[in-house]
Nanobody, 122 residues
Framework: QVQLVESGGGLVQPGGSLRLSCVVSGNIFRINDMGWYRQAPGNKREWVAA???????NYPDSVKGRFTISRDNAKNTVYLQMNGLKPDDTAVYYC????????????????WGQGTQVTVSS
């Protein structure tokens, strides 16, 4: 069983910062790509940031320069540092991990966390 648990969400004023964390646990062989997504009420889930197993990162234009994704492989954790937050950033933020599992058969599967609420408001 693989679990992803996010933390760090909350209420912040426009221009403020938050740091989200996501810990991956379970019977996994390797964590491959990891990413953050968000979903605002009435909207589709959208991609926010991605980091490969080698540390390469990528962002959509909407958050580039404001958000930074990083990972600590020793802790099976991915982070999302969010600076310069705007009201449009308000959403539930989800982390996603592509993991390699050895048993009962070797396979790569994607798992999602339960989400953490980020609200940007004055």
């Amino acid at each position: 069983q693989v679990q992803l648990v996010e933390s760090g969400g909350g209420l912040v004023q426009p221009g403020g910062s938050l740091r989200l964390s996501c810990v991956v646990s379970g019977n996994i062989f390797r964590i491959n790509d990891m990413g953050w997504y968000r979903q605002a009420p009435g909207n589709k889930r959208e991609w926010v940031a991605a980091v490969t197993s080698g540390g390469n990162t990528n962002y959509p234009d909407s958050v580039k320069g404001r958000f930074t994704i990083s990972r600590d492989n020793a802790k099976n954790t991915v982070y999302l540092q969010m600076n310069g937050l705007k009201p449009d950033d308000t959403a539930v933020y989800y982390c996603k991990a592509d993991v390699t599992i050895l048993l009962p058969i070797t396979r790569v599967a994607s798992y999602w966390g339960q989400g953490t609420q980020v609200t940007v408001s004055s």
